[in-house]
């Protein structure tokens, strides 16, 4: 691990996202895919500590398992709590605790 990448203790909570923009939003001559979703876009993925509020987040070339996993241990001490959602890529987290949130009984 490099010098500016902090190591988190935990609890932290991991996700990915796709950054680049709304096709719909885009002017007809730059969209990259008619129905949207993720082609053109970067995945992100980022941790943030729950007791310091520090975050940090990496472009990554893939979301596989391996890709998220690698980043989510690699930022976090031996036994820290690691709060995602309940995507299967991020069961069996090597090192940490992991608890997952059910997103889809979440209310807004």
């Given at each position: 691990m490099d010098?500016?990448?902090?190591?988190?203790?935990?609890p932290v909570e991991v996700d990915?996202?796709?950054?680049?923009?709304?096709?719909?939003?885009?002017?007809a001559s730059k969209r990259t895919h008619p129905?949207?979703?993720t082609v053109g876009k970067v995945a992100v993925v980022g941790i943030k500590d729950q007791d310091t509020?520090?975050?940090h987040a990496e472009v990554t070339e893939?979301?596989?398992?391996k890709a998220l996993q690698d980043?989510?241990?690699?930022?976090t001490t031996e036994g820290a709590t690691a709060y995602t959602d309940d995507h299967k890529v991020y069961r069996g987290i090597e090192g940490v605790s992991h608890q997952t949130v059910n997103t889809r009984s979440v209310s807004t």
């Open positions: 010098n500016e990448t902090p190591e988190f203790d935990g990915e996202a796709y950054m680049g923009g709304i096709e719909g939003n885009k002017h129905d949207g979703g509020g520090q975050v893939s979301t596989s398992r980043v989510a241990h690699r930022n």
